[in-house]
């Protein structure tokens, strides 16, 4: 098949970021087509499809009929199951963060993507940022002792996103992949984690990081802020490394995530930011997770 021709691509769900973001993406192409939407209320699967001309699915079964891989945006519970369902049936997967509620729902998921041998991506939004690669590859260059760094907005106090499960599980599972995936990223590989505090309100959490050094992360979607705020600061002895991303534009990251999935589904080869790196950063959270 020739790589030129757009993946199709069904979308599972059909809540604020299925239209926002997914079929948004997956329809301006040139690489993926957005073939199918399902959705558990077909006129919810409707109101998302049609301003794209795509087919609303009857069944799960008729999306994967229509599609090539799979995308979700669904709540991690959802996405856990039908996930498996989707790796089994072939279909190549761009998957949300979380992976799943908890640890052992996305050990399976990450199982099932390795078992069938699809292709599998993750949404971790801010890694398709120019400015976001260009932070990892200054960080790579550096000595770092220790580092600072939050994630903090107010859509859990009201609004589309202040979903069921967000507010029942809170920021460490929502925010948390995020900032845990950039420190893991940029300072080295994460070997010990603690978490404090309510993550419905605010969590903080310590990380030591197989080269010794120590960073902190703070984390809430319940303070009212201007603006959602990602700021990472890293020190060491040649000085600070500073990354915040309240300028950058994340219209900018939806068509690299699109033309580096659509790759990876006619390569058969997944990047670095897939399933399995789903899992880790699952594991991260799950002895984060205050008791």
């Known amino acids: 098949m020739s790589t030129t021709t757009p993946v199709e691509v069904g979308l599972i769900g059909a809540g604020p970021w299925a239209r926002t973001m997914h079929a948004r993406m997956l329809a301006a192409g040139p690489e993926t087509r957005l073939a199918a939407v399902w959705a558990r209320r077909a006129s919810a699967a409707r109101e998302v499809a049609e301003p794209y001309g795509a087919v609303v699915a009857g069944t799960l079964e008729e999306l994967f009929d229509r599609c090539e891989a799979v995308a979700f945006a669904v709540p991690p519970a959802v996405q856990a199951e039908l996930a498996v369902r989707a790796a089994k049936a072939g279909k190549a997967l761009l998957l949300e963060k979380p992976l799943g509620p908890d640890l052992a729902s996305a050990r399976a998921v990450a199982v099932a993507v390795a078992d069938a041998g699809v292709v599998s991506q993750m949404v971790l939004t801010k890694r398709y940022h120019p400015s976001t690669r260009d ?144 899992l880790r950063l699952q594991e991260l959270l799950d002895a984060a997770t205050p008791h």
């Not at 790579?140 to 499960?165: K, M, N, P, V």
């Not at 505090?197 to 050094?213: I, K, M, Q, S, Y």
């Not at 705020?229 to 890293?234: G, V």
């Open 135 to 278: 932070f990892l590859r200054r960080a790579a260059q550096l000595e770092i002792t220790g580092a600072r760094s939050c994630y903090l907005h107010g859509a859990f106090l009201g609004g589309e996103f202040a979903t069921d499960w967000r507010l029942e599980q809170g920021a460490l599972l929502d925010l948390g992949p995020h900032l845990l995936d950039l420190l893991d990223a940029a300072i080295g590989p994460i070997a010990g984690i603690r978490g404090t505090g309510d993550p419905r309100r605010w969590v903080e959490l310590t990380c030591e990081h197989e080269n010794g050094a120590v960073s902190q992360a703070s984390l809430s979607g319940s303070v009212l802020l201007p603006r959602a705020r990602t700021r990472i600061e890293l020190l060491g002895p040649a000085g600070e490394l500073v990354f915040d991303t309240s300028e950058i534009d994340h219209e900018e990251c939806w068509p690299i995530l699109r033309a580096e999935f659509a790759a990876a589904v006619r390569s058969g080869r997944s990047g670095e930011l897939n399933a399995a790196r789903g």
